[in-house]
């Protein structure tokens, strides 16, 4: 089945501490995103991908960092410096710009503890 | 004033009653319109794609776009109480990656 699969479901952090939420998909869409979602504020967008190696910061990516070393991974790490990071994180993917939707992953939820 | 506005609602309904939604925007440039829902806890699931203006049907779902109104719709006849959900609309402009989001419905449809 194609999609895009992201693991864990559920992920709990200690204060300080780097976790790497992983997001991989076999679709073969150029671009990746990755997206916040808390309650009441709608999906904000931390970064986003079009092509491997290459990547840009969204509009909350302070405290967060990517890679895209291949086309079907785009991992994303919630670092120390991210003071607030209890949340949902979604992952989509899309083929291209013109004339294409995006596609979800089932999330993950991350809790600090 | 952001660039997509969405009624969080809650938005409650009779079963069988029609649903609408909308979101209006700002920047006259988007050009692909989405609408997904998205069921506690889980991914956003696409429901409708649309490209400019004009309207869409799809099974019990309509999609219209009025891009002179900067104002898009999504109707759902015949709500069931599974179509309870929070619907997120969603719009890009040509040759950009980044997709816009607004903040989401939460629709409740009572047996």
């Known amino acids: 089945d194609g999609g895009i699969t992201q693991s864990p479901k559920y992920l709990f952090r200690k204060e300080g501490q780097n976790v790497t939420l992983s997001c991989e998909q076999n679709l073969n869409h150029d671009a990746m995103y990755w997206y916040r979602q808390d309650p009441g504020q709608g999906l904000r967008l931390i970064y986003y991908s079009q092509i491997v190696n290459d990547f840009q910061k969204g509009d909350i990516a302070e405290g967060y960092s990517v890679s895209r070393e291949k086309k079907e991974s785009f991992p994303l790490t919630v670092t120390s410096a991210q003071k607030n990071p209890t949340a949902f994180y979604l992952c989509a993917s899309r083929p291209g710009t013109v004339n294409t939707e995006a596609f979800f992953g089932q999330g993950t939820r991350l809790t600090v503890v | 004033q952001k660039e997509v506005e969405q009624d969080p609602g809650p938005l409650s309904v009779p079963e069988g009653a029609i649903v609408s939604l909308n979101c209006t925007y700002s920047?006259?440039?988007?050009?692909?319109f989405m609408w997904y829902r998205q069921y506690s806890r889980k991914g956003p699931e696409l429901l409708m794609y649309t490209y400019s203006s004009g309207n869409k049907e799809d099974g019990r779902f309509t999609a219209q776009v009025d891009k002179s109104s900067k104002y898009i719709s999504l109707f759902i006849r015949d709500s069931q109480p599974s179509d309870s959900a929070t619907y997120l609309c969603a719009m890009s402009r040509s040759n950009d990656y980044k997709l816009s989001f607004g903040a989401g419905t939460t629709v409740t449809v009572r047996a």
């Open positions: 920047n006259s440039a988007f050009q692909y």
